[in-house]
T-cell receptor
Framework: GAVVSQHPSWVICKSGTSVKIECRSL??????MFWYRQFPKQSLMLMAT?????????EQGVEKDKFLINHASLTLSTLTVTSAHPEDSSFYIC??????????FGDGTRLSIL | GENVEQHPSTLSVQEGDSAVIKCTYS??????FPWYKQELGKGPQLIID?????GEKKDQRIAVTLNKTAKHFSLHITETQPEDSAVYFC??????????FGTGTSLTVIP
């Protein structure tokens, strides 16, 4: 089945650091990738939608200068949390889909900012 | 926008019994309804989905029903096993693009 790989799975860093998270579709070409944020015991909250080769569309309330998204190829999207602070600590999950197919999710990245 | 509600938030069943999770949605234009299983520390995994032109879909022990008129859909798991224990999320979508997720149901199957 469709596989989406996310890296790293867990990152701990100091406040003020920028952190990059990668999302790769391993066996299909992802025309669209999505980035979600999930707080403990809560549902997934869509942050942004990105189509290959174009700028990401951010959900209301998500700072695009804080959360930089790049979808440079059909198999790779990156989310960079710039100047991360403790309140940015969360579980970040990407998903990818090809055309009209269902979204497939990565295993998430746990971000802990000290 | 779409609003998806999910009940119950927690559910405990004895091994072998059935489990039912229900979701309602608000936007009648939504036409795609996937269900995801999320285990601790992992991303959601698609377990079954249904489109609005179908009323019921079954895959082994898992089934989903959709009532478009009432705008609700349900997940049914029969003959539950301990490995079914996880958090389950429903979602509603128009065309499979933007998903609106329910708040999740933590299912515990007691051996």
């Amino acid at each position: 089945g469709a596989v989406v790989s996310q890296h790293p799975s867990w990152v701990i860093c100091k406040s003020g650091t920028s952190v990059k998270i990668e999302c790769r579709s391993l066996d299909f070409q992802a025309t669209t990738m999505f980035w979600y944020r999930q707080f403990p015991k809560q549902s997934l909250m869509l942050m942004a939608t990105s189509n290959e080769g174009s700028k990401a569309t951010y959900e209301q309330g998500v700072e695009k200068d804080k959360f930089l998204i790049n979808h440079a190829s059909l198999t790779l999207s990156t989310l960079t949390v710039t100047s991360a602070h403790p309140e940015d600590s969360s579980f970040y999950i990407c998903s990818a889909r090809m055309g009209g197919q269902p979204q497939h999710f990565g295993d998430g990245t746990r971000l802990s900012i000290l | 926008g779409e609003n998806v509600e999910q009940h119950p938030s927690t559910l405990s069943v004895q091994e072998g019994d059935s489990a039912v999770i229900k979701c309602t949605y608000s936007d009648s234009a939504s036409n795609y309804f996937p269900w995801y299983k999320q285990e601790l520390g992992k991303g959601p995994q698609l377990i079954i989905d249904i489109r609005s032109n179908v009323g019921e879909k079954k895959d082994q022990r898992i089934a989903v029903t959709l009532n478009k008129t009432a705008k609700h859909f349900s997940l049914h798991i029969t003959e539950t096993q301990p490995e079914d224990s996880a958090v389950y999320f429903c979602a509603a979508s128009l065309g499979g693009n933007q998903f609106y997720f329910g708040t999740g149901t933590s299912l515990t199957v007691i051996p």
